[in-house]
């Protein structure tokens, strides 16, 4: 569920989400001025990587050990992504080609 709540300068979203017994919310801000708080790119990959979070606890919540696993395997690329997405962000991509980093090389670059 995703609420707008809009003044002159800015935009709100209140987006919750609903994962086992617990709640998650939060506040994206998003403001409108002439350059954009985060990439174009960055916010596609964190929207991409929500849909594969979803698709992986549907599977991950099946009693079946297969799906299980496939669930664990959507959830590593839901993770990928998010690290890409604050790559991305940090202007790695510029320097470097980032969607060629292997798991490890994404971790220690994020370090950095």
Same mark, same amino acid.
């Given at each position: 569920?995703?609420?707008?709540?809009?003044?002159?300068?800015?935009?709100?979203?209140?987006?919750?989400?609903?994962?086992?017994?617990?709640?998650?919310?939060?506040?994206?801000?998003?403001?409108?001025?002439?350059?954009?708080?985060?990439?174009?790119?960055?916010?596609?990959?964190?929207?991409? !990587?929500? !849909?594969?979070?979803?698709? !992986?606890?549907?599977?991950?919540?099946?009693?079946?050990?297969?799906? !299980?696993?496939?669930?664990?395997? *959507?959830?590593?690329?839901? *993770?990928?992504? *998010?690290?890409?997405?604050?790559?991305?962000?940090?202007?790695?991509?510029?320097?470097?080609?980032?969607?060629?980093?292997?798991?490890?090389?994404?971790?220690?670059?994020?370090?950095?």
């Amino acid at each position: 569920m995703a609420k707008e709540l809009a003044d002159n300068n800015s935009c709100f979203f209140v987006c919750c989400g609903r994962s086992g017994l617990q709640e998650n919310c939060g506040i994206l801000f998003v403001y409108r001025l002439r350059k954009p708080i985060v990439k174009e790119a960055t916010l596609q990959t964190l929207i991409t !990587a929500r !849909a594969l979070l979803e698709q !992986a606890e549907r599977q991950c919540g099946f009693h079946d050990r297969y799906l !299980a696993t496939a669930g664990l395997i *959507v959830l590593q690329d839901a *993770v990928e992504l *998010v690290f890409l997405a604050v790559l991305i962000e940090k202007q790695l991509d510029e320097e470097r080609a980032i969607e060629k980093l292997t798991f490890d090389e994404m971790i220690s670059a994020l370090v950095q």
